[in-house]
């Protein structure tokens, strides 16, 4: 199943999508169908109700659009919590000149800067290296909370791609992440939330990014040094996670900063993020012209 968030004219709507289009589930009047985060609060309940309902007559009342008349939010809205985590790739570490962590390392990226498919990478000015990071984001379903490994994937709802945008000089500045990570639009996340029974083994899918075409950065999620379960639970022993919550599970190599010589963003660059399984997250850079970011 491949959940969305989207907008036609004014109008947010939570919905699916199918094939060619997008069939809007918050129309119905089911409180756990009104967004992402109460859909995954839902669990079995909400994935029952979603069958029956494109199973039954209700399904030929539910709006339609096509791709073309819709614009993709983040595909949840307002999550409580965005998790990252740094250098979980053996070779982002090489490239960094640094020894892989012997536990992952953890930082916030504030909700607020996430923005969809499509959307545009805003360059603010007070960065001049500002720079890309394809990842898998793991969406939490159900409340987690100092569980195992080996129970970790049941608590995942989903599955995203990410791009970890971020400001490298204010990162090396800072001596932390955060305000680097968390400008607005510095989180591209989409196009879908991709439930675990199409995606299958989180540790076992291509992941690339394009930048203008140029392939940049090409791996697997196998090659992370903690898998996502590792992740999930690590996290959970920290702070308890609830429906909705994002974990952004690290970048491969091949980033700006770490080329010779580097690559950093540019107005008109456009950025490919494609993971196998999860689907296509596209974003425009743009300069700062002083208007609000859309998000």
């Known amino acids: 199943m491949r959940l969305a968030t989207f907008q036609v004219g004014e109008v947010e709507h939570f919905g699916i999508f199918m094939v060619d289009r997008y069939l809007a589930l918050d129309t119905v009047g089911d409180p756990d169908l009104c967004d ?9 309940r909400g994935m029952r109700r979603v069958a029956l309902l494109l199973a039954g007559p209700e399904r030929d009342h539910l709006p339609v659009f096509s791709p073309d008349a819709v614009r993709l939010l983040p595909p949840v809205r307002h999550p409580g919590k965005v998790i990252c985590v740094g250098r979980n790739y053996s070779e982002h570490c090489t490239e960094q ?8 390392i953890l930082f916030a990226k504030f ?3 996430l ?3 499509g959307g545009a990478v805003v360059l603010p000015p007070q ?3 500002v720079d890309f990071e394809a990842e898998l984001a793991a969406v939490i379903g159900r409340e987690c909370d100092r569980v195992p490994v080996v129970r970790a994937l049941e608590h995942v ?3 995203a791609v990410f791009n970890d945008i971020s400001a490298r000089d204010l990162q090396a500045r800072d001596k932390q992440w955060v305000r680097a990570k968390s400008f607005r639009t510095f989180g591209p996340m989409g196009p879908h939330l ?3 029974d199409e995606v299958g083994d989180p540790q076992a899918l291509h992941i690339t990014l394009r930048l203008n075409g140029k392939l940049m950065q090409d791996a697997s999620t196998r090659q992370m040094i903690f898998s996502v379960a590792e992740l999930v639970s690590f996290v959970s022993q920290v702070v308890r996670l609830d429906p909705g919550d994002v974990i952004a599970t690290g970048t491969p190599s091949g980033v700006g900063a770490f080329r010779d010589p580097p690559r950093f963003l540019a107005a008109g660059d456009r950025m490919q993020v494609a993971i196998e399984r999860v689907g296509v997250l596209e974003n425009e ?3 700062d012209v002083g208007g609000e970011a859309e998000r």
């Not at 992402?36 to 079995?44: H, K, N, Q, T, Y």
């Open 97 to 104: 000149g640094r020894r892989p962590p012997g536990e992952p």
């Open 115 to 117: 923005v969809g498919h």
């Open 285 to 287: 850079v743009v300069d």
């Open 127 to 129: 960065s001049r290296k």
């Open 111 to 113: 909700a607020a800067s």
């Open 36 to 44: 992402a985060r109460s859909f995954l609060a839902a669990g079995e």
């Open 157 to 159: 709802g989903g599955y």
């Open 194 to 196: 991709v439930t675990p």
